[in-house]
């Protein structure tokens, strides 16, 4: 069974621009959530969807989004784009949204010049 | 915050000794889980252990939960280069996982 893919895996922009990254969860898993990791705070979780829906948001400005479409693929943007912004963002995946075990993919790695 | 914390937040130690590594965390759980985290990669999860559980074992590895102290702790016995990585504990409330600080093992040939 494939695992949780992202792309694309490196990506470098400049102050202002806007980013889309994308994750594909594993096959029959309807939950996908974001985090993002940097190296003063962490990891720390950005949203949640579920059957295309957003169950959970993170303490994050309106600056980031997302969606999940019918296939359970999901998407997030983040647009005016911050040197602050410059992360591992990390996608994780499971059956249901139970918490109980997530599925990691191997992150994007977003540079902000 | 619900985050947890890990203690230490580095550990070295020669490949054939035990690694051990503790969490705590503020509030109520659901259950606690452990992740590894290879330089720049994703997660792999490694053991969960649920609030009613105080411990738990899968191959190499040990958990113990004391949910009156609001700490776990994680062991691996008989440590591996292969080992060498970040380990987070994440507890799990209501909406989320919520990710610890992590703890940077190395595991010396």
């Known amino acids: 069974k494939a695992g949780v893919t992202q792309t694309p895996r490196y990506l470098i922009k400049t102050r202002g621009q806007q980013v889309t990254l994308s994750c594909s969860p594993i096959?029959?898993?309807?939950?996908v959530s974001w985090y993002q990791q940097t190296p003063g705070q962490g990891l720390q979780f950005l949203f949640e969807?579920?059957?295309?829906?957003?169950?959970n948001k993170g303490n994050f400005p309106g600056r980031f989004s997302g969606r999940q479409f019918s296939n359970s693929r999901s998407e997030m943007n983040v647009s005016t784009l911050e040197l602050g912004d410059s992360a591992l963002y990390l996608c994780a995946s499971s059956f249901l949204p139970s918490y109980n075990e997530q599925f990691f993919g191997p992150g994007t790695r977003l540079t902000v010049l | 915050s619900q985050q947890g914390e890990e203690d230490p937040q580095a550990l070295s130690i020669q490949e054939g000794e035990n690694a051990t590594m503790n969490c705590s965390y503020k509030?109520?759980?659901?259950?606690l889980q452990w992740y590894r985290q290879n330089s720049g990669r994703g997660l792999v999860h490694l053991i969960l252990i649920r609030s009613n559980e105080r411990e738990k074992h899968s191959g190499r590895l040990r958990v113990t939960l004391d949910t009156s102290k609001k700490s776990s702790s994680l062991l691996i016995t008989a440590s591996r280069a292969a080992d060498t990585a970040s380990y987070f504990c994440?507890?799990?409330?209501?909406?989320?996982?919520?990710f610890g600080t992590g703890t940077r093992l190395t595991v010396i040939p």
């Open positions: 509030t109520s759980i659901n259950n």
């Open positions: 096959s029959g898993h309807r939950s």
């Open positions: 994440a507890t799990t409330g209501a909406n989320n996982l919520f």
């Open positions: 969807y579920f059957s295309e829906t957003q169950r």
